[in-house]
């Protein structure tokens, strides 16, 4: 892949709030973008994760309405692909260097490894919506998701229903500097 090809895929991935519900997302693609999560980098590789990824459509519409709560994200209720993303233990040398360094790496790594899928999707010609806003306790007993584990995060995937926006982002000279802060 040329750099060139890489920065363009970052410059078109979006948060997609619409989907196409008359296409469906086919095996083969989601397979990919759960791979492409599955390889991500983790602190001291413990990969500390897990997808529980959502198809049936009954199911997603259950999820979406969970999802859409308080007025948010209504549009979760017409994605047809739901990737929910568990955090999982950490190993123990990871545990140790967030003590140490009082971060906690699993949050980080997970972040990583949402960022695989997203692009990934973008990569498969599908729009995806990375959300924390939604009912923890319903979508843990639709999915059997045991009530010990944190449910950090749902990442919706389908068809975009709506074309690309102008990206908007601060200029480069007020989010990055060279050699001091």
Known sequence: MEQTDFLQLVAARQSDRAYDTSRAVEAEKLERILEAGRLAPSACNAQPWKFVVVTDPALAAKVGHATAGLGMN???KDAPVHILVV???ANITSLL??????KHFPLIDIGIATAHLTLAAENEGLGSCILGWFDEKKIKQYLGIPDS?????DITIG???KGKRKKI???AEKVISYNHY
């Open 149 to 153: 584990k944190r449910l950090l995060l």
């Open 97 to 102: 260097g967030s003590k140490v360094k009082n």
């Open 169 to 171: 982002r601060k200029a």
């Open 159 to 161: 068809y975009p229903a």
């Open 87 to 89: 955090e999982e233990s």
């Open 74 to 76: 209504k549009f979760a």
